[in-house]
């Protein structure tokens, strides 16, 4: 008997190790986002996001001032001052005055540069620059250092992004618009499919099986392939690119999955319940209202969790059915690829309006995700 | 102006957004009349005769972020000169939205196409306007080099007649070499002034123990096209410039030896572990963006990149161009004797949707004024062939020193990848590239891309 304990006590730990993996490999990259999108973009270029959170020794190049900052003493004109920013904590190993030779001196050491003048530099980034010829030019000497210095973040691209007085704006309009888009594209496909779901399942009429296998072949079809001939259609019965034409789309483009999916639902409710109620006498939109919607709740919200999200994250619908060239209407999708900028390339921007635009649907994912499970399971359990 | 603020105050009263958002639309850089650089006569000749009644016109253009800005800061004086209401949208998948809206007949009236490529397709649809033999004859009289500028918006139309159809304005130049002055003077290198001097420095360079050059071919979807510039500034250098034009039309196949040659001279460079940071192998895989960063690092990586005059928008932070960074021109060979060629671009604005103030538009286009306003800005690395321009408006010396090379180039000729058809400049010819520097052999690629242009005729 305690051979078997033991079995299942060792099966029971490589579930959880398996699930504990699992979670870490599906967090990973969504961790490497959220870490780099505290960086700037020369950090993201210079080094991996797992190497920024220990401290970190790099190479890095400075200026000393400009000569105009020089004073005289002595006879001698001197610029001294930090070579780090000042609220950076860095601690200098070894320095340099020449892109050849990045290490040629220890902190403490003074570098003989000829008739460019002295320099030391100490461990902490203070140097003196000192010469016997007034210094002359527009820019400071280089500086090649090795420094190591601590983790350094950044709230940068979180300002840049939602502060911005150039962006704020373009920002706020998206996310109202974003809104007008999604909450009635998510809505007029549930209650569209809600009726349908019903009528497929418990109302019997002739060519139902037929209408159920048209829906299901929809599925397969892709939306990019009707983009055009929609948008052609739409000009011609004169709605345009509007609002009303990316509802339609999503709504469109949402229903064949939705029907699918609350249908198969539907048809898991017991056929006592529906039959009573029609020897009660109940119409069918009675059962409909009274015992099929509060019964089918949960197979409804995992649908709008999935609608929502869908409608949220989409650009290309909304590129083609909404944002027309007067510029007027927006979404978040597409304001998030304009901070991009005209070749690309910013990551940091990218990182983090990732992490600003995944906020509603989190939000909304969390309030309704004890349905999520259950409507997962749609039709798939009997 | 008057009216602005009065509107301004009025909108205090409904809130200060409102106000703020009015008046940002409406800005103007400098008063009309007020900087003396500028040719504000052209401004207000052009707004005497002009009044659109404030008719709407729609821009839909290739440009985000900065290069927006600078591009809104140009239409502001448009739209107070002709009285239109002017909206311009970037999207970083203009050619793709463009077609879709095109054929479904949504088009904005005004689209800005960074390859002639796509427009040359669009004009053969019908779905351009053209515009007209007065701007052509413009362009002609006033581009330097203006014959080549009319044909690069020159394309065969629904007729099959070759007709005017998208006016150049803002150009690239590409033959540049960029490189860290200071990174020179301390290892003691000078500037080459020809192609063996430059193949010179690199191998003096890989002697002195550093690496020559970083090379970046990665683009997303596009990885491989800077290797194309690459390949089309060889073939200018190699070849008479009468040979990149047979060579561009496929009268000369991709796959003749001259071409194969150009191909190789670009290995010379890109295909030896030696001269590239990173080695042969990075080519590939190194996104552009990323690649001239290396120049910057410390130790530095490499000492040299070849870029068009857009890429100082991706040195890191705070690098000041003209001091920490400079470029000179891709020398070419002194036993040729083929004269200073020079690789270009053009972003090209075409009428996708017929109105007054569109054509009211490219009028606009015409005027020093037009050019001169973005040439005074930062954002978009604005370049201009116009011959009546005030170079000293330009907003850094170096860009001053690019607009001459546009200026002044004995041969120009357009990056060679754009004018091809798009399913080998923009296709084969990439993806072929990426296969050179992967170690396939250039004539075995050129066949292949020689195949696949065969199979567009």
Known sequence: MSSIAGTKSGLTWAVQISVVLLVALWLFPTVGLFVSSFRTADQISSSGWWASMLPSERNETLRTANPDTQVQENGTWVIQGNLFEADRQAEISAWGITSQDIAAYTPGETADMGEDGRLTVEANGDYRLVNET???????????????????????????????????????????????????????PIVIAAFAAYALAWMRFPGRALLIAAVVALLVVPLQLALIPLLKLHLAVGIGKGYLGVWLAHTGFGLPLAIYLLRNYMVGLPRDIIENARVDGATDFQIFVKIILPLSFPALASF????????????????????????????????????????????????????????????????????LVRGLLAGSVK | MKTRLMTCTAGMALGAAFCISAAAAADLMYAPGEDTRFNWDSYKAYAESHDLGGEQLTILGPWLGPDQDAFDSVLAYFGEAANVDVRYTG????????????????????????????????????????LGADAEAWMKDNYAAGQSWVDLGSYEGKDGSKTFYAF????????????????????????????????????????????????????????????????????????????????????????????????????????????VAGGAGAVASTDFRDSPKGMFSSPPQCYLHHQASFIPAFFPEGTEVGLDADFFYFPAYAEKDLGSPVLGAGTLFAITKDSPAAHAFIEFLETPIAHELWMSLEGGGFLTPLKSVNKDVYVTETRKA????????????????????????????WTGMVDYVGGKPAQEVADNIQTSWDALK
Do not use: H
Not at chain 1, 312 to 330: R, S, Y
Not at chain 1, 340 to 363: D, H, K, M, Q, Y
């Open chain 2, 402 to 429: 690019l607009g001459d090379i546009l200026l002044d180039a004995t041969t120009f000729r357009f990056d060679g990848s754009d004018l091809m058809p798009g399913g080998v400049g923009a296709g084969t010819f």
């Open chain 2, 91 to 130: 999207s970083d998948s203009m050619e793709q939205q463009i077609v879709v809206d095109a054929e479904a007949g949504s088009a904005p009236n005004v689209a800005v196409f960074p390859q002639p490529g796509l427009a040359a397709d669009l004009a053969k649809r019908g779905f351009l306007t053209p």
């Open chain 1, 134 to 188: 007034e210094f002359s030019g527009r820019r400071g000497e280089r500086v090649f250092v090795t420094a190591s210095s601590p983790p350094e973040f950044t709230l940068d691209n979180y300002r840049e992004m939602l502060f911005d007085p150039s962006n704020r704006e373009g920002m706020t309009k998206a996310f109202f618009n974003t809104l007008t888009v999604v909450i009635p594209a998510t809505i007029i």
């Open chain 1, 304 to 371: 709008a969790i999935f609608q929502f999200l869908w409608t949220w994250n989409d650009l290309l619908v909304a590129m083609v059915f909404l944002i027309d060239a007067t510029g007027e209407t927006t979404v978040m999708t597409k304001q998030i690829v304009e901070l991009l900028g005209t070749r690309g390339g910013n990551w940091e921007i990218l990182a983090t309006a990732a992490f600003v635009s995944i906020a509603v649907p989190l939000a909304v994912f969390f309030a309704l995700q004890r349905y």
């Open chain 2, 168 to 275: 150049p304005y803002k150009a690239d130049v590409k033959s540049l070499v960029w490189y860290v002055p200071e990174n020179f003077e301390d290892a003691g290198y000078e500037v080459p002034s020809t192609m063996e001097e430059l193949k010179a420095l690199t191998e003096q360079i890989v002697a002195d123990g550093g690496t020559p050059w970083c090379i970046g071919l990665g683009s997303g979807a596009a990885t491989g096209w800077p290797a194309t510039d690459w390949v089309e500034d060889m073939m200018l250098r190699t070849q008479p410039a009468d040979v990149y034009d047979q060579w561009v039309t496929n009268e000369l196949p991709f796959n003749d030896p001259k071409v194969v040659g150009a191909i190789e001279e670009f290995g010379w460079f890109a295909r030896n572990d030696d001269f």
